[in-house]
């Protein structure tokens, strides 16, 4: 299993960036996708999850309306767009897929959200 995030990068505060997480290793098609955050010295927090089919999402009250996740299962892609972007956003992105009972995850991509 593997979970490549990239797309982040440093954006000015109202700004907009896609993040994307590509998945091999597995039948992406089948599976929740999700994608967490992490600042330092917090835990990692759901940001947005999106079913097999991409149906059904669901999103954290602190970037309802600003976020949107949708996914590719053609490319095995999942993605995050992220806008108006705020410096509380600047932080560390992961996407994660649980399979059989363990929680893989990827390495993370870094949001920098400065003037």
């Known amino acids: 299993v593997q979970l490549v995030e990239s797309g982040g990068g440093l954006v000015q505060p109202g700004g907009s960036l896609r993040l994307s997480c590509a998945a091999s290793?597995?039948?992406?098609?089948?599976?929740?996708m999700s994608w967490y955050r992490q600042a330092p010295g917090k835990e990692r927090e759901l940001v947005a999850a999106?079913?097999?089919?991409?149906?059904?999402?669901n999103y954290a009250d602190s970037v309802k309306g600003r976020c949107t996740i949708s996914r590719d299962n053609a490319k095995n892609t999942v993605y995050l767009q992220m806008n108006r972007l705020k410096p509380g956003d600047a932080v560390v992105y992961y996407c994660?897929?649980?399979?059989?009972?363990?929680?893989?995850w990827g390495k993370g991509t870094l949001v920098t959200v400065s003037s």
């Open positions: 994660k897929v649980p399979l059989n009972g363990v929680d893989y």
């Open positions: 290793g597995f039948t992406f098609s089948r599976y929740i």
């Open positions: 999106i079913t097999s089919a991409g149906g059904i999402t």
